[in-house]
């Protein structure tokens, strides 16, 4: 029956296996059984194991480190549960990667964010669950619901149990920083902003300077993903040469490779924290970084949307 909690029906696709597992582990259910396959020449084929005929199903797929195959993926998953007469699905997308393509901001430039908007409601999608959007304004791209999730609060709990003294929050941007003075407002410290300039689409920014206080403070530098880290650690170099002193960074969204993880490793930076949305085994076990889990989260939200209530008891601390 719908809003019975041992009828929710949570299936994975093939980036976010885990993270999916997680949340039935959390509910107390099994995960849907499906198959997902890619052919020698790149071809994706997927199919559901088990009827799914006026079933609410939930979908998870993150769009994150091969986002081109992710998405398609999450496309053909939602095409064959409405095709197996699926009542409703869901698409649980951690990580929305193609949320940095929010406008058009220069000439002759495709709206990437709004293409995959379109795509997924004319594949039949009927709900988006998401985190930590790099532009929230995204959702006004849907015409169907999108439940946007916050990461920051689980990553401020762990942050509060280091104990970390005289803290200062930075934003490596005036872009992130109203979401800064929300992690300090919990964090109960000041924010600092560092003045960044991007040139072009190299995935590398210059942070100028540091405004606001940070000598002789433990800095936390926040934002919502990392691809090379770059960011982070010209941020940590202005922080140490304006007398910070030891300097953690925080981002809900870690998309790091090789190259980035030797830079961290060579970095002012102590630790990095992120959350697990983007599976990522590079970044699992590493030494300088902690993985903190978000499905919880997730499920919490599945579990009340399936029982037909209001999301907002999630964001009462927010």
């Known amino acids: 029956m719908p809003g019975d909690e041992t009828e929710i029906k949570i299936f994975a696709g093939s980036s976010s296996i885990n993270f ?37 199903v939930y979908i998870v797929q993150t769009i994150g480190l ?6 398609m993926e999450l496309l053909f998953w939602i095409d064959a549960f409405k095709r197996s007469s699926a009542a409703s699905v ?32 004319i594949t039949g999608v009927d709900r988006i669950v998401t985190m930590d959007l790099h ?4 959702q006004g791209f849907f015409k169907k619901p999108v439940d946007h999730l916050y990461g920051f609060p689980i990553l401020c709990e762990y942050i509060k149990s280091k104990n970390i003294e005289n803290t200062v929050v930075v ?24 003045d960044k300039i991007r040139t072009d689409h190299n995935e590398k920014a210059q942070v100028l300077e540091i405004i606001g206080d940070v000598k002789g403070k433990n800095a936390i530098i926040v934002d919502d993903f990392t691809i090379s880290c770059g960011t982070l650690i010209d941020t940590a170099r202005a922080l140490k040469e304006n007398g ?25 930076i102590e630790e990095l924290i992120v959350t697990d949305t983007v599976e990522n085994p590079m ?15 997730f499920a ?19």
């Open 300 to 318: 919490e939200a599945v579990k009340i949307i399936h029982n037909r209530e209001s999301l907002s008891r999630l964001f009462d601390n927010i």
């Open 90 to 121: 869901t698409a649980i997308i951690p990580y929305f990667s193609y949320a940095k393509g929010d406008k058009k901001d220069e000439p002759r430039v495709s709206i990437r964010a709004r293409v995959c908007a379109d795509c997924l409601e």
């Open 171 to 194: 934003s490596p941007d005036a872009g992130f920083a109203k979401n800064a003075r929300k992690i300090a407002t919990i964090l109960k410290a000041p924010v600092a902003i560092g």
């Open 244 to 268: 910070a002193e030891k300097i953690y960074a925080c981002v809900t969204h870690a998309l790091l490779r090789e190259k980035g993880l030797k830079a961290l490793e060579e970095s002012d």
């Open 20 to 56: 999916a597992e997680k949340m039935c582990k959390y509910l107390g259910t099994e995960l849907g059984k499906s198959q997902a396959i890619k052919f020698s020449e790149g071809n994706t084929f997927v199919k559901i194991l088990e009827k799914v005929r006026d079933k609410d």
């Open 283 to 297: 970044v699992s076990g590493h030494p300088k970084i902690k993985v903190v889990s978000v499905a919880p989260l």
């Open 66 to 71: 091969n986002p081109n195959d992710d998405f």
């Open 135 to 138: 532009s929230p304004q995204i």
